[in-house]
């Protein structure tokens, strides 16, 4: 299956808590951290939740 690069870009802090778990969720734990994750819908919505805080990497 597919996969899609993600990479945080900014701090978890100050963020609301739903978003801080989507990060734990996607396996983001430090800014810069690049993790790789299968692309799906679930896995898309979730980029989607944490847009300003993360970036798909090619």
Known sequence: ???IKVKQIKSRIGAPIDQK???QALGLRK????VEVE???SMRGM???VHHLVEVVK
């Not at 800014?31 to 690049?34: A, F, L, N, Y």
């Open 31 to 34: 800014i810069s951290q690049v």
């Open 1 to 3: 299956m597919a996969t």
């Open 39 to 41: 692309d799906t819908p």
């Open 47 to 49: 980029i989607r939740k």
């Open 21 to 23: 778990s989507t990060l």
